[in-house]
């Protein structure tokens, strides 16, 4: 079970800062959706989150800070999947899936019956049985998307951060792949961080939204806090109306101009 929490951080690239004094606290098992319009800072978030990028502040998973964890150790801590990774193109779906269980090989570096299990369990959920054996480059955009996930997923890590997990994801997919994330929430306590541009999914998994704009925290709160009309007109200069699902969680709903 692992509490992530982040303090003031500030990060960004050679000549740009791209976030600003961001903190945010997200309980073990808890989902927050990092939200706002392209640009926000939303993917740098993550990266920096991810020890990926230089940054200002603090990153602390289960009250540690993470730039003291070794790297064998950060991977068990925390998975990143991000939003366009490099990938090897010979490997197969299966052995890619497997190379999230690195961190947790022994010394031999051989995976034993648990890691496969996990792996099967993977490829099962995310609809990849049938691709197991073909090589990542012989698979459409969405399959790759889902190994890349499965990947992530079969880290098993404490901390996950997936960087816009559904694009280009068909609805059935998306939605396995978030049910599956939240099934590891639920049964594992593993904490989840995704960044997500559907607004509705986004309230319908995470208990929290953070709204960034201009690379800082515009709202912060439960979605139905966040998502209201005037935020999303302010932030994204859209026209919406917000209903309500029968669950009671908000559903955007865009309105066609003129
Ligand atoms: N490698 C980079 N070098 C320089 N600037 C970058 C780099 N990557 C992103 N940026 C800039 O940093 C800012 C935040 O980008 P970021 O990718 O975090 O936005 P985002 O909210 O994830 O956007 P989107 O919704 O379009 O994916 C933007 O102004 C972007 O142009």
């Known amino acids: 079970m692992t509490e992530l929490r982040v303090r003031d951080l500030t990060a960004g690239y050679r000549r740009r800062t791209a976030l600003t004094g961001v903190s945010a606290q997200v309980p073990a098992g808890g989902w927050l959706a990092v939200i706002g319009p392209n640009g926000s800072g939303k993917s740098t978030l993550l ?52 190379l999230g269980r690195t961190p947790h090989l022994g010394l031999l570096g051989r995976e034993g019956r648990g890691d496969l299990a996990v792996v099967e369990h993977v490829v099962e959920r995310l609809d990849l049985a049938g691709l197991a054996r073909r090589p990542l480059a012989e698979l459409s955009g969405g399959e790759r998307q889902r190994a890349v996930l499965g990947r992530a997923l079969a880290q098993r890590s404490g901390v996950l951060l997936l960087d816009e997990p559904t694009t280009g994801l068909d609805l059935g997919h998306a939605q396995a792949l978030l049910d599956l994330v939240d099934e590891l929430r639920r049964e594992l306590g593993t904490t989840v961080v995704t960044t997500l541009h559907d607004l509705t999914i986004s309230a319908q998994y995470a208990d929290r939204l953070l709204l960034l704009a201009d690379g800082r925290t515009a709202a912060h709160g439960p979605p139905a806090d966040v998502l209201t009309p005037a935020v999303l007109t302010e932030h994204y200069d859209a026209r919406v109306v917000v209903l309500t699902a029968p669950d009671g969680t908000p559903v955007i709903a865009p309105v066609r101009g003129g």
């Not at 990926?52 to 964890?69: E, S």
């Not at 090897?88 to 890619?96: A, N």
């Open 47 to 98: 990266k920096a989150v991810a020890g990926l990028l230089p940054h200002r502040g603090d990153v602390l998973v289960g009250g540690r800070p993470l730039h003291r964890a070794g790297r064998r150790e950060r991977a068990r801590l925390l998975a990143y999947s991000p939003q366009t990774p490099q990938l090897p193109p010979g490997l197969t779906v299966t052995d890619y899936v497997l």
